[in-house]
């Protein structure tokens, strides 16, 4: 027999409520996101300590960026259907037990070439996205879910911002001790490693993979979650067939791939354009990541509340709107000459960039709901596509503030393609029900 996962998911967010299977996945999803997240950028704040070492020229530390997401776009498809064949929990922690390997070999390093292969490597488990995403998803239920995408993924997102701000500390401690800088900077790249593998057990005792149990059990039972009917594969070409999906990469690129990219880029930019000491570059670019903290969870919860009134188009139109301003202010921070205007006006776009990134990822859940695993590969792995154009951008530009000038720009092109997202009357009626039945359910239980 089948199993509607829109069963028992639930329909409030209770913060402090560990019991509920519902809240146990939304914390320790965004724990692991915050782990992987940390590790995937922990080299890019001591890169001017690293390039220093290795003599590394721009072009080389452009590569370096352009590797550190290349992997994961091919892994983010791969992650998807896994996720709907084997459930998010078995996806999380082969992913955080495998992905630990690289982050450890990067502190092994003695040369530009096997630097920009472990830093290849560890790219991989920026696919903890997709596995944080379809977990909330299946947990969440059409009132909130948006808010609960949007909420793990920004407080994971605060990784990046909590290694730009703490790595450089970490390293002066270690530095304090009496150890070598060129050896110090190795010592401190072991940290995310050790806390990935802690989180990993974690994730195996607290955690299943839906309201109702774990895939495979409940399969022993003979019941068929609504993804697991197709093989993950059958899930990826259905959601491939659907235009939204592509246009939502896309938008993602926009957004969450240019994050990434800015996460690689901005320490060194500040230290290059500004004068900015080590730790204080550290400081001031941990501001994008730790934004995250709230300014994704706005989003979906914006993208909710424009729900309740104007549906699905609401969503879409919020979108446009988050992503048109991300691209404005960032022109305008690229244009910048003075420090205290660059922070300000980075601070601006930092909003808008996490605020786009959550309400993008509160409009996957309503895509195709029988294909969502594939749904948040392929808009996942758009995110890392972008930050990979970003880096080729890079390499082609003269300086950092022009390739951010032109990056802008496309950013607002990609945010205009977002208009010509559209739901059918029947899909906009299927949701809304969905949606009012999801709303009845949380009165019923207050």
């Given at each position: 027999m089948s199993l509607n996962l829109s069963a028992k998911k639930a329909t409030s967010i209770k913060l402090f409520n560990f019991s509920a299977p519902a809240m146990r996945a939304f914390h320790m999803s965004w724990l692991a996101f915050f782990v992987c997240f940390f590790a995937w950028f922990a080299c890019a704040p001591l890169m001017p300590v690293i390039a220093g070492e290795f003599h590394l020229t721009k072009d080389q530390i452009a590569n370096i960026s352009i590797a550190s997401v290349a992997v994961t776009i091919v892994v983010r498809l791969i992650v998807g259907p896994l996720c709907d064949k084997y459930g998010p929990r078995k996806a999380y922690i082969t992913l955080l037990l495998i992905g630990c390997i690289p982050v450890f070999g990067v502190a092994t390093a003695q040369n530009y070439e096997s630097f920009l292969f472990f830093r290849f490597l560890i790219g991989a488990?920026?696919?903890?996205?997709?596995?944080?995403?379809?977990?909330?998803?299946?947990?969440f239920a059409s009132n909130v879910v948006g808010t609960a995408n949007a909420t793990a993924v920004g407080w994971g997102n605060a990784g990046g911002g909590t290694t730009q701000a703490l790595m450089p500390l970490v390293l002066a401690a270690i530095?304090?001790?009496g150890v070598e800088q060129s050896l110090g900077w190795r010592i401190a790249l072991l940290v995310p490693g050790f806390m990935m593998?802690?989180?990993?057990?974690?994730?195996?005792?607290?955690?299943?993979?839906?309201?109702?149990?774990?895939?495979?059990?409940?399969?022993?039972?003979?019941?068929?979650t609504d993804s697991g009917k197709k093989g993950g594969w059958a899930v990826m070409v259905q959601a491939s067939r659907n235009y939204r999906v592509w246009i939502l990469a896309g938008t993602y690129g926009a957004c969450f791939?240019?994050?990434?990219?800015?996460?690689?880029?901005?320490?060194?930019?500040?230290?290059?354009?500004?004068?900015?000491?080590?730790?204080?570059?550290?400081?001031?670019?941990?501001?994008?990541?730790l934004l995250a903290l709230f300014a994704r969870s706005l989003g979906g919860i914006l993208s909710d509340k424009v729900a309740l009134r104007k549906g699905l188009d609401g969503r879409t139109r919020l979108l446009f709107i988050m992503i048109l301003g991300e691209g404005l202010f960032l022109i305008l921070f690229s244009q910048m000459n003075v420090a205290h205007w660059a922070i300000l006006s980075m601070f601006v776009f930092a909003l808008f960039i996490n605020m786009a990134c959550g309400a993008t990822y509160a409009m996957v859940p309503?895509?195709?709901?029988?294909?969502?695993?594939?749904?948040?590969?392929?808009?996942?792995?758009?995110?890392?596509?972008?930050?990979v154009i970003a880096g080729f951008l890079l390499l082609s530009m003269t300086d950092i503030q022009s390739c951010l000038l032109v990056l802008g720009g496309f950013v607002i092109v990609a945010g205009c393609f977002v208009m010509l997202v559209r739901f059918s009357v029947e899909h906009k009626a299927k949701e809304q029900r969905l949606f009012e039945q999801a709303i009845l359910d949380r009165k019923n239980a207050a």
């Amino acid at each position: 027999m089948s199993l509607n996962l829109s069963a028992k998911k639930a329909t409030s967010i209770k913060l402090f409520n560990f019991s509920a299977p519902a809240m146990r996945a939304f914390h320790m999803s965004w724990l692991a996101f915050f782990v992987c997240f940390f590790a995937w950028f922990a080299c890019a704040p001591l890169m001017p300590v690293i390039a220093g070492e290795f003599h590394l020229t721009k072009d080389q530390i452009a590569n370096i960026s352009i590797a550190s997401v290349a992997v994961t776009i091919v892994v983010r498809l791969i992650v998807g259907p896994l996720c709907d064949k084997y459930g998010p929990r078995k996806a999380y922690i082969t992913l955080l037990l495998i992905g630990c390997i690289p982050v450890f070999g990067v502190a092994t390093a003695q040369n530009y070439e096997s630097f920009l292969f472990f830093r290849f490597l560890i790219g991989a488990i920026g696919a903890s996205f997709v596995i944080t995403q379809y977990h909330t998803s299946v947990m969440f239920a059409s009132n909130v879910v948006g808010t609960a995408n949007a909420t793990a993924v920004g407080w994971g997102n605060a990784g990046g911002g909590t290694t730009q701000a703490l790595m450089p500390l970490v390293l002066a401690a270690i530095v304090m001790f009496g150890v070598e800088q060129s050896l110090g900077w190795r010592i401190a790249l072991l940290v995310p490693g050790f806390m990935m593998i802690g989180v990993a057990f974690l994730y195996w005792k607290f955690t299943q993979d839906s309201p109702q149990g774990n895939f495979k059990e409940l399969r022993a039972q003979g019941i068929d979650t609504d993804s697991g009917k197709k093989g993950g594969w059958a899930v990826m070409v259905q959601a491939s067939r659907n235009y939204r999906v592509w246009i939502l990469a896309g938008t993602y690129g926009a957004c969450f791939g240019v994050e990434i990219f800015m996460h690689n880029i901005l320490a060194m930019y500040y230290v290059e354009k500004f004068g900015f000491g080590l730790k204080e570059a550290g400081l001031t670019a941990g501001i994008l990541g730790l934004l995250a903290l709230f300014a994704r969870s706005l989003g979906g919860i914006l993208s909710d509340k424009v729900a309740l009134r104007k549906g699905l188009d609401g969503r879409t139109r919020l979108l446009f709107i988050m992503i048109l301003g991300e691209g404005l202010f960032l022109i305008l921070f690229s244009q910048m000459n003075v420090a205290h205007w660059a922070i300000l006006s980075m601070f601006v776009f930092a909003l808008f960039i996490n605020m786009a990134c959550g309400a993008t990822y509160a409009m996957v859940p309503f895509i195709d709901r029988e294909a969502l695993g594939g749904v948040s590969g392929i808009i996942g792995a758009g995110g890392n596509v972008g930050a990979v154009i970003a880096g080729f951008l890079l390499l082609s530009m003269t300086d950092i503030q022009s390739c951010l000038l032109v990056l802008g720009g496309f950013v607002i092109v990609a945010g205009c393609f977002v208009m010509l997202v559209r739901f059918s009357v029947e899909h906009k009626a299927k949701e809304q029900r969905l949606f009012e039945q999801a709303i009845l359910d949380r009165k019923n239980a207050a």
